[in-house]
Structure formats: C-alpha cells, structure tokens
C-alpha cells in the first residue's frame, strides 16, 4: 500500500510539472502574439522611418515615393524622374514648408519620415498592378493629404518675416494642425548642396524644427499656469487684491514689472490682463513650489507629449530647494522654465476645448494613385488638463487680455479673440527678449489656436511683436479662408 501511495504521489508531481511546462510554454506564445501586435501597431512605422532601415531601399526600387499634399490640394511633395530615368524628390512650396514636411534625400524628418510607411507603400487596384508587372513598372506610392491648409502656412510663414522663431496654428477641439512654421528655415529642394554647411552651423540650428524642438523660456505666458494653481487653491479669483508700485521686495530679492510700470490698485482680472509681475511673483511666493510644479505638470510640464513628429519635452525644475527667489521668477515664466510652442499651443487650446487637450495630428488621410481614400484619421483626445469650471475662468481672463490688456490689438473683429502675451529674456539678458502670444479665437464653429514666438524681437520699452503677427493669421482665416 506505501509502494502504491508513493507512485500517486510521483505521478502526481510529474504531472503538476507538466502542467507548469504547458502554462510556460502558453505564456511565452501570449508574450510573442503580443509583441508581434505591439511591432506592427507601434514600432513598425518608427523602424520604416529610421534611415538605417535597409528595407526602405528595397521598398523605393519598386515603388514610385508618393506625393504629400495640403489640406487644399497644393503638392508639398512629389517624385519626378529625369531625363536619365533617375527619381528626385521635389518640394514646390520651397522654404515654407521646410520643417513640418522634411525633407527625404539627406535621411529623412518631418512628415517625410513620419509617413514613409504610406508614402512607400501603393495601394492600386489588382487589375493596375498586372498592368504595371507586365510592362515592368514600378508601381505608385499612396499620397498623404495633410491637415495643413496652404494658404494659413503661406501667411503665418511671411508674417513671421525675418524672424527666428516659430508659429503653430490648430483647432482646439480636434487637434488638427493647420499650420506649422519655424525659423531659419532651408530649402529642401537645394539640401544635398548645402547640408554639410547647414550641419557645420551651430548658431543657426536650421534644422530644427523650432515648433517642436525649439525649447523656450515662456515669459508671461506661463501666468496661465500660475493662474490656474491660484484658482485650483482658493476655488476661484474672488477676494484677490495687489496693490503694484512697479517693484516687489521678498527679502533681498526685488523684481519689477516689466518697464518699470506702476499697475496701481488691482483685482485678479486686471492683474492678468496687465501681466502684472508684482501681483504673479506674490502669488508664487504665497502658493509655494510644490503648488506651482504640481499644477505645471497637471499641464503637461515635464510629462510626454502625444506627437508623432520629433520633439523636446518642456522642463519645469522647482523643487524644495529652489527657494523664494526663483519660485517668484518661475512664476512670471522665467527662472528655468522651458517649454515648446506646440506645447503652449495645446495649453491654450485645453482651455478653449473645456479643459480637454486633444492630440495634434498632421494626417487627414490617405489616397491611392487613382484618388479613393486608404484610411483616414480622425480626432484623439489626450488628456484632461483642467475641471471645466476652471477652463471657463481662464478663458474668461484671457478674452479680458485683449479687450483692456496686452493684446487690445486683436479686439473690435467680427470674431473674438482669447489670449495671453508674452515678454521672455532669454541667455542675452541684456538683448531682445521674446515675443510670445498664445490665445485662440471663435468666429464659428471651430475655435482655432495659434501659437506664436518671435525669437529676440523686443527691446525695453518696446510692445508685442507677436501680436500683429497673430492678428494677420486670424484675420487670414475668418475674413479670406471662409468667404
């Protein structure tokens, strides 16, 4: 009977251990289906977009790159062939649309590198791929319409004009991008003549994609933030009240408004509207850093931001050994602070949206040779910023900036406007500072942002540069894009 006993329990064993292989070898297969899953989903687009990718040559000796388009039907890329038979991609729009597309004949960026999956891949009728396999073509690449509207990048690109800088322009309830500017800017057509003495510049940085990449400090346009930590902490902006003599002394630090201007008497709508420096580096001081990093990062500072093209990640730095000084120029938005106009643009475009920031996204979809739509994109919500509540008191003081504050340039149109301006030093504190403006306007059933900065354009004594820059755009779009 123990004999017995002992060969059930042995059998036993070696089955529990079956068992174990068998649940084993069931998870390993789960874990490689999902990662398969995960490969063509996730990494698949990013692997066909690296330039080290071997595979995209074999994909371009069979088919023709496709074209990239506006919105509104301009090519803002295409292939042609030469006389020799020899494929050379080309850009008609020239400069204008250098970063956001990219370029794809010195690696590849922009969108160039974001759709290369699309743009290499040719989704014809069976009965075109027999034709073209019989005469010993090379079949056509799909075409990629993007979200940008030709017209809006056309002015936004010359109403920057000479300066650095960059502009982004979205609706705030879709996270379409309509527009994306940045400079110095290059010709994409004349690359490979110029790239090594565009690589060799270190102080002009063409390449970079400033809408994305280009990293700033916020100036008073992070006083939304600051705003918005003051309301989260005494529910609302009832009862606030600064008294400005154009300075304020926290021990032995002392910052002054900007000019040196004197605000008087002021509530919080005033105090915003007037961007005064005073009242906001008291309320930093009052609400602390741990108030001020908590609700940058309910803003996105210091988190991942939901965009295909490449970017840098904004920096907000307090901590609690920052001390008072720098709490009070981190809350005007200087200190360390450093953000993206992308990123500002989907800030502004959270308060437009009732709190709710959307993912931008540059690809409305995606054609065949003969025209029938692939696939389509459609809009994705990211994230909710702030209580709807909270979003309505912002929207409230930023209308107020332009109807008695920094941007009364934008009011009195048949549209109205919602914004915040912004004056930034930067590294050469004694040379121009920055010209900011975030704000978004509602003429109709779309609220569009825009998103603006004019690199080291302000002198002392000097007014917004940004603003007639933003006025330009929507003016553009109420007035000329919807008649």
Not at 177 to 197: E, R, T
Not at 431 to 439: D, Q, Y
Request: charged content about 20%; some cysteine; glycine content about 8%.
């Amino acid at each position: 009977m123990k004999i017995k006993s002992k060969n059930k329990r042995k059998k036993a064993s070696i089955g529990k251990e079956y068992v174990i292989v068998a649940y084993l070898f069931v998870a390993i297969f789960v874990a490689l289906i999902g990662y398969v899953a995960y490969f063509n989903y996730e990494l698949a687009d990013n692997l066909l977009a690296s330039s080290n990718n071997t595979r995209q040559d074999a994909q371009e000796e069979r088919i023709v790159r496709g074209s990239i388009l506006s919105a509104d039907g301009k090519v803002l890329a295409k292939t042609e062939v030469d006389g020799e038979g020899l494929e050379f991609r080309v850009y008609p729009q020239n400069n204008i649309f250098a970063h956001v597309v990219g370029y794809s004949n010195k690696g590849k960026s922009g969108l160039e590198a974001v759709a290369n999956k699309d743009l290499l891949t040719s989704s014809e009728t069976i009965i075109e791929r027999v034709r073209q396999d019989i005469k010993e073509e090379k079949r056509n690449g799909d075409t990629v319409v993007t979200t940008l509207d030709a017209r809006l990048q056309t002015v936004a690109y010359n109403a920057l004009g000479g300066y650095n800088g960059s502009i982004v322009v979205m609706e705030a309830q879709t996270g379409k991008v309509l527009a994306m500017v940045s400079k110095p800017d290059f010709d994409p057509n004349g690359l490979p003549y110029i790239w090594n003495q565009i690589v060799d510049d270190k102080s002009n940085s063409q390449l970079l994609n400033r809408a994305t990449q280009g990293m700033y400090p916020p100036g008073s346009t992070l006083k939304v933030v600051t705003a918005l930590a003051y309301i989260k902490e005494h529910e609302g902006i009832d009862g606030f009240h600064y008294n400005c003599t154009g300075k304020l002394t926290i021990g032995e630090h002392t910052l002054r408004c900007y000019n040196n201007t004197a605000h008087g008497e002021l509530d919080f709508t005033s105090a915003f509207a007037r961007s005064c420096n005073g009242a906001f580096a008291q309320m930093g001081a009052d609400l602390g850093w741990s108030k001020l990093k908590s609700t940058a990062e309910e803003m996105l500072f210091n988190e991942s931001l939901p965009l295909t093209l490449p970017y840098y990640q904004s920096r907000f730095t307090l901590d609690n050994g920052s001390g008072v000084p720098l709490t009070m120029q981190t809350a005007i938005g200087q200190g360390n602070t450093l953000t993206t106009p992308i990123h500002m643009a989907m800030i502004a475009a959270a308060i437009a949206n009732d709190g709710e920031a959307m993912k931008p996204y540059f690809i409305d979809h995606i054609e065949n040779a003969a025209g029938d739509t692939t696939k389509t994109y459609k809009p994705s919500k990211h994230k909710t910023l702030m209580t709807t509540k909270e979003s309505q008191i912002l929207a409230q003081l930023m209308h107020d900036v332009v109807t008695q504050g920094t941007a009364t340039a934008l009011n009195d149109n048949a549209y109205s406007v919602a914004g915040k301006t912004g004056t930034a030093d930067h590294a050469d504190m004694l040379g121009p500072a920055h010209s900011w403006f975030i704000g978004y306007s509602n003429g109709g059933d779309t609220d569009i942002v825009v998103s603006i900065i004019a690199e080291a354009s302000v002198s002392t004594g000097e007014y917004s540069v940004a603003v007639p820059i933003a006025q330009k755009i929507f003016d553009t779009y109420y007035y000329e894009m919807n008649e």
